[in-house]
């Protein structure tokens, strides 16, 4: 039976999973499939192609609607969410993902959406890249601490002496200090210093045709 480019690369994805995503080639992922290397080619151009491939159907699931209803500074925040939930379900491609040159259309058509939503909000041009990398910082910092191990971070490892620390570990603060609600604090931190920036810019410009 044929294969397509879609099966392939979801092929990919679950075994960069399984493997890790440093471990992912085409020939490892041509014998995962019981296929000759060459037979990928058919459909891939190669190990960047790939990856291309793999960052497009994380893409798909990330909500970009959301900026056509809602202010950049309420979109924002779905959007954020929506990003975290599909690079959180991979932890093994995050590292992948973000660290590799961006050609897939779908991608920077989402970044363009991004984009858009913060200029029209009042965002120059130059800034509003900016304000995206920044919430795509926390979203990709988060997807990696949303899947550390609980030790991580251990009330059984903190000495004696550091009682502050200790207090805040109990297991009753879990729910406040874990992952979650870490990401949520920084993104509503993150929205609230933006707009507070955005307003004193603003502010400072003065009216149109004033100088």
Request: net charge negative.
């Amino acid at each position: 039976m044929s294969l397509s480019k879609r099966q392939i690369v979801i092929a990919a994805l679950e075994l960069a999973e399984k493997q890790g995503a440093e471990r992912l080639t085409m020939r490892s992922l041509a014998a995962n499939l019981d296929r000759r290397p060459s037979s990928l080619y058919n459909h891939i151009s190669g190990r960047d192609d790939l990856i291309e491939g793999m960052r497009a159907l994380v893409v798909e699931e990330i909500d970009t609607s959301v900026f056509a209803v809602k202010g950049w500074d309420d979109a924002v925040i779905v959007w954020a969410e929506s990003y975290l939930s599909a690079f959180a379900a991979r932890p093994s491609c995050i590292r992948l993902l973000a660290t590799t040159p961006i050609t897939d259309p779908s991608t920077l058509r989402m970044y363009d959406i991004v984009v858009s939503a913060l200029v029209r909000g009042g965002w120059a041009d130059g800034d509003a890249v900016a304000v995206m990398r920044t919430i795509e910082a926390l979203v990709l910092g988060s997807a990696l601490d949303a899947i550390a191990p609980s030790s991580l971070l251990s009330l059984d490892a903190v000495p004696l002496e550091l009682e502050a620390l200790r207090r805040s570990l109990e297991p009753g603060h879990r729910d406040r200090a874990g992952a979650r609600a870490a990401f949520v604090l920084g993104m509503e931190a993150l929205v609230e210093g933006l707009r507070v920036r955005l307003a004193a810019e603003r502010s400072s410009s003065g009216p149109p045709g004033q100088t």
